[in-house]
Every structure is written in C-alpha cells, then in structure tokens.
C-alpha cells in the first residue's frame, strides 16, 4: 500500500512539474515570437503549441510578417479580408496605399499623356508622386502650345472688359440685329488667358500672368506677360499663330 501510495505520488508530481515546465516553455516560445523578425520562430510555435491560446494571435502575426515580406498589393489586401479588426489594420492600410498609389503613378509614366497624368491625379491628388505628376502633365500640356484663341483681360488695371483673338464664334442672335459673339468653349478649343486687369479677379489668376484655361476654374499658369505690350502683340508672344477676328468680351469664368 505504501509502495501503491508513493508511486501515485511520484507520478503526480512529475506530472506537475512537466505542465509547469509546457507552460513556461509555451510563455517563453510566445515570447520569442513576438519579437523576432524570423519566421521560423513563429511557424515553430504554431506546430509545437496547437492548443496554445495564443494561437490565433501567432497565425495572424505569420500572416502579417509574410506580408512585410512580400510587399505586394495582393497579400495586404488578404490580410485585411482575413484580418478586419485587426490592430496592425492601419499600418497595412498605409503600405497598401502607398503601393496602389506607386502602380499607378508607373501606369501613368509609362503612358506619359496629359489623360494619364489626369486619371493618376484624380485617383490620388495629394499623395507622394502628386507634385512630380502635376509638374510633368503641366509639361505636357504647354509642349508645343498653339492656341486656338487669347483673351486679354483689362485694358487698364481695374477694368473689367477684354478683347478676345483667333478662332471666334458667332451665332445669329434674335434678340438684336446681325450675330452675337460666343465664348469660346475651352474643353472644345486651347484657351489662353492673360491677365491685366485686377478687377473681379478670382483667386485662381493674378495680374500680370498668362493661364491656360481648361474650363470652370481650372487654369494652367505659362509664363508671366509683359504688360506694357498691346493686346494684339501680348497674343502673339503668347502663340496665336492667327489673330483673326477680334471681340470684346467681359470674363468669361464668372
């Protein structure tokens, strides 16, 4: 009985002891996994502890370090799909970006069109390629710039009226007699704009300077203008290959 007694005994304390030992051998793993750059250390915790209750935390700290590695836009969107709430979500959010945004800045220098430029910085108007891209689509747009038609806003500084140059429109008008001249249509035709006047300015020009206009608000500067030249010969300078008809018009992007 007493033999039964310190058998039972020894068992249960080697028993103990080994559980004791498991779980601080399970601690100290996790531990090492936790701050290691090694795969391996988290793979090995992974099949030695399967019951651990640190595993799901393991899994996901594998799939994140594989995706440090790979750094591709596939492998951190899965990780976000697999992973939603996880804390790492906004640092992977992050590189993530920082990859789409760097794909589509290749796409559009490997393009390298004033439509390329525009998707890229449309997609991504302040990221870290917006300033190179907005200055290579500027390029792009005044290469070899040959306006349809100029408009010289201000005979004086505060006047508000222009004269306009090149390819005019005109259309039958009812109201009066004879036709009315037509604001040229800058999504239809290249527009130039030289400023000086400062009367009703907006924000967007300043006196003295030459815009391309695209449109709305959305003007382009070319060069700062001499403002001592006559109108005609400002629109030359400017390119206008043919002054043509001539018109006064007020500003045209109220």
């Not at 439509?115 to 300033?131: C, H, M």
């Not at 030249?229 to 008809?245: E, M, R, W, Y």
Request: positive net charge; proline residues 4%.
């Amino acid at each position: 009985m007493k033999n039964k007694l310190a058998t039972f005994l020894k068992v249960s304390l080697i028993l103990i002891f080994t559980m004791l030992y498991s779980c601080k051998n399970e601690q100290s793993s996790w531990e090492k996994a936790q701050n290691t750059d090694s795969l391996v250390e988290i793979e090995s915790f992974i099949k030695d502890f399967p019951q651990s209750k640190h595993l799901a935390e393991a899994q996901e700290l594998l799939f994140y370090k594989k995706a440090l590695i790979t750094n591709t836009i596939e492998d951190y969107e899965s990780f976000i799909k697999q992973y939603p709430i996880s804390a790492k979500l906004t640092e992977i959010s992050k590189r993530l970006l920082v990859l789409k945004e760097n794909f589509a800045y290749d796409v559009a220098v490997k393009a390298n069109t004033v439509e390329s430029y525009e998707v890229f910085l449309k997609q991504f108007p302040d990221g870290e390629n917006a300033i190179k891209a907005k200055a290579i689509h500027r390029d792009l747009l005044l290469k070899d710039l040959t306006p349809d038609c100029v408009f010289v806003y201000g005979f004086t500084e505060d006047s508000n009226f222009g004269i306009w140059f090149g390819k005019l429109t005109y259309a039958f008008d009812l109201n009066s007699v004879g036709v009315k001249f037509q604001n040229p249509d800058p999504k239809k035709q290249k527009v130039v704009i030289a400023v000086l006047s400062t009367k009703n300015l907006p924000k967007e020009l300043e006196f003295g300077k030459a815009y391309l206009w695209r449109g709305g608000r959305d003007f382009i500067y070319i060069r700062d203008i001499d403002k001592k030249q006559k109108p005609d010969v400002i629109a030359q300078l400017l390119g206008l290959k043919n002054l043509g008809a001539n018109s006064f018009g007020e500003m045209p992007f109220k």
